[in-house]
């Protein structure tokens, strides 16, 4: 029996796709495999476990969701050259222009999502030995953001990650269960949208985040993504006075008062003023964490 008889279908698609963008990329070239890591405060992101001390003041969760679009990933060398990771199509996880990261899977307290994860960005590109960066966008290209999900090729066709009241997507999915409240959500798009989709539409607040690494070897560092950093500014006990507040939590909605407390740590100053002073705090690099 041979490797790929070995495996299921779907397996046996992904490693021949990977072997063929192998044979395939051009002398000089490299595919390379980007790991995230998802974890709270520390601990490992699981969908089984339940995290003490989360936001301020501290409280206990357990997680629901975790998912997210990146989009313009960049790897920088040490001259400063900015370098594109050619993203490697995969039917499932990736187009050329889009991936989505997945953490949440049907276990646990997580049960709206998929049965599988995801935390690799695949792609090609020359293969310098002096990268010492990467870039990337939270976000989905604004040229994409408003297609019919129903028809968009993947991973544009979660409709989990869809909004059908802005007819675009979540960039960020980010949702907790509070024992001593109830659900706290975080949904991170762009907001303020009008027009007809998707070519006569524009949106006030695009809320895209770019993400900046120093000291980063993409065939060795992880990027590490922690809710709990995310979630540090934020009262996830607090009960809203559902009148004036209707969302436990934020969807990117101009008018909720807890969104600018989730926004901030990565970076955007909410309601479409761009970055903030101060660094986003929710994305590091791991050393050695790609062998993980």
């Known amino acids: 029996m041979g490797l790929l008889d070995a495996l299921t279908p779907r397996a046996?698609?992904?490693?021949?796709?990977?072997?063929?963008?192998?044979?395939?990329?051009?002398?000089?070239?490299?595919?390379?495999?980007?790991?995230?890591v998802a974890q709270v405060n520390g601990a490992p992101f699981a969908c089984d476990a339940r995290y003490e001390g989360v936001g301020s003041p501290g409280t206990a969760v357990?997680?629901?969701?975790?998912?997210?679009?990146?989009?313009?990933?960049?790897?920088?060398?040490?001259?400063?050259?900015?370098?594109?990771?050619?993203?490697?199509?995969?039917?499932?996880w990736q187009s050329d222009t889009v991936a989505l990261l997945d953490f949440e899977r049907r276990l646990g307290t997580c049960q709206g999502g998929s049965d599988e994860t995801n935390a690799l960005v695949v792609g090609a590109a020359p293969d310098h030995d002096d990268y010492v960066g990467l870039e990337f966008t939270l976000g989905v290209p604004l040229e994409e953001?408003?297609?019919?999900?129903?028809?968009?090729?993947?991973?544009?066709?979660?409709?989990?990650?869809?909004?059908s009241w802005e007819a675009g997507y979540r960039f960020l999915r980010v949702e907790v269960d509070v024992p001593a409240n109830e659900r706290f959500v975080f949904h991170l798009g762009s907001t303020g949208c009008s027009g007809t989709p998707p070519d006569d539409f524009t949106c006030n607040h695009e809320n895209l985040v770019t993400i900046a690494l120093d000291d980063f070897?993409?065939?060795?560092?992880?990027?590490?993504?922690?809710?709990?950093?995310?979630?540090?500014?934020?009262?996830?006990a607090h009960v809203n006075d559902k009148d004036e507040d209707p969302v436990t939590g934020c969807m990117s909605s101009l008018d909720d008062p807890q969104c600018p407390a989730l926004t901030a740590p990565l970076g955007l100053a909410f309601g479409g003023g761009?970055?903030?002073?101060?660094?986003?705090?929710?994305?590091?690099?791991?050393p050695g964490g790609a062998a993980q």
């Open 274 to 286: 761009g970055p903030t002073e101060s660094p986003q705090t929710v994305f590091r690099v791991e």
């Open 217 to 236: 070897d993409p065939r060795a560092d992880a990027v590490v993504l922690d809710v709990g950093a995310l979630l540090a500014g934020s009262d996830l």
């Open 62 to 92: 357990n997680p629901v969701d975790l998912r997210l679009y990146v989009h313009g990933v960049t790897l920088v060398r040490a001259g400063g050259e900015r370098v594109p990771l050619a993203l490697t199509p995969d039917g499932l």
């Open 12 to 36: 046996a698609s992904l490693l021949g796709a990977a072997l063929l963008l192998t044979a395939s990329c051009s002398p000089g070239e490299e595919t390379l495999s980007l790991r995230f």
């Open 145 to 163: 953001n408003h297609l019919d999900q129903a028809t968009a090729e993947a991973p544009l066709n979660v409709a989990g990650m869809w909004w």
